[in-house]
């Protein structure tokens, strides 16, 4: 039990990544505030939880200022601190820049890194209070290398890996320490959707769009599976990780290891 008692906030907690991490920590003896837009995706990961496993469900857009602040009043109400933050809930889109309305662009943005910035100033305020605390950053290989039809994807995780960069060179101090994580394909929602709108573009499936990129791209020839990713955000978040941080980690099977 390695966060028993520990307040963990896992945002974009209904599906993916998000989900398995709150079902690893939930394990793991941790309390959750677990956070999305999709409510009848937090009850089923609700659901799933070991019925000891202590829980509040935030339905909420984390674009929007007011979802921070409500998780921050859930925080202090019931536990008076947070411990971790796993900023995990992002959108994707797939469009050439030409085709990237101002609409496309902002919503991208205001989810991946505004959310990012809201809630991570929401949880400092208790981190900071107590002395320490740990935050997660979801990046991406996008964020490492740009990506065709991803301009403002690409854009908002590479600003999603600078602003852990400097959280954790402002806090390392106060005891806080800040990584990023950067996965690459990993079977999401997310990746479904994006490689369902890359084989439309090419004529093909979206299977067989991502089985091509698989192929082509990634030296482990397979795609990564959430649960995979959620074991890195708990070892990054343990005690046996207690001197990293400002580190940038690839879960992508090698591929931006190089050509």
């Known amino acids: 039990m390695r966060f028993k008692d520990k307040v963990?906030?896992?945002?974009?907690?209904?599906?993916?990544i998000g989900r398995a991490t709150a079902l690893a920590f939930g394990a793991e003896g941790a309390n959750l505030i677990l956070v999305d837009i999709d409510e009848s995706g937090l009850a089923e990961v609700a659901g799933?939880?070991?019925?000891d496993c202590q829980f509040d469900l935030v339905v909420g857009d984390v674009a929007k200022e007011e979802t921070a602040l409500s998780v921050a009043k859930v925080a202090n109400k019931i536990y008076k601190r947070v411990n971790i933050l796993f900023n995990n809930a992002g959108v994707e889109t797939?469009?050439?820049?030409?085709?990237?309305?101002?609409?496309?662009?902002?919503?991208?943005?205001?989810?991946?890194?505004?959310?990012a910035y809201f809630m991570t100033k929401q949880c400092l305020a208790?981190?900071?209070?107590?002395?320490?605390?740990?935050?997660?950053?979801n990046a991406s290989d996008a964020g490492l290398r740009g990506i065709k039809y991803s301009a403002a994807y690409s854009t908002s995780k590479a600003?999603?890996?600078?602003?852990?960069?400097?959280?954790?060179?402002?806090y390392a101090s106060k005891g806080i320490r800040c990584n990023a994580i950067c996965?690459?394909?990993?079977?999401?929602?997310?990746?479904?959707?994006?490689?369902?709108?890359?084989?439309?573009?090419?004529?093909i499936t979206g299977a067989q769009a991502l089985q091509d990129f698989v192929d082509a791209n990634i030296p482990m020839?397979?795609?990564?599976?959430c649960e995979e990713v959620a074991k890195v955000v708990l070892f990054l978040c343990s005690p046996d990780a207690g001197?990293?941080?400002?580190?940038?980690?690839?879960?992508?099977?090698?591929?931006?290891a190089g050509m």
């Open 48 to 51: 799933s939880l070991p019925a």
């Open 126 to 137: 208790f981190m900071i209070n107590a002395g320490g605390g740990v935050i997660i950053n």
């Open 221 to 225: 020839k397979r795609v990564g599976e």
């Open 94 to 115: 797939v469009a050439p820049l030409h085709e990237t309305t101002e609409a496309m662009w902002d919503n991208v943005m205001d989810t991946n890194l505004k959310g």
């Open 8 to 16: 963990a906030v896992i945002t974009g907690a209904a599906s993916g």
């Open 159 to 170: 600003g999603l890996i600078h602003f852990s960069l400097s959280t954790a060179l402002d």
């Open 243 to 256: 001197y990293i941080t400002g580190a940038v980690i690839p879960i992508d099977g090698g591929l931006t």
């Open 183 to 203: 996965p690459g394909c990993i079977r999401t929602p997310l990746c479904e959707r994006f490689n369902e709108n890359v084989g439309r573009r090419k004529g």
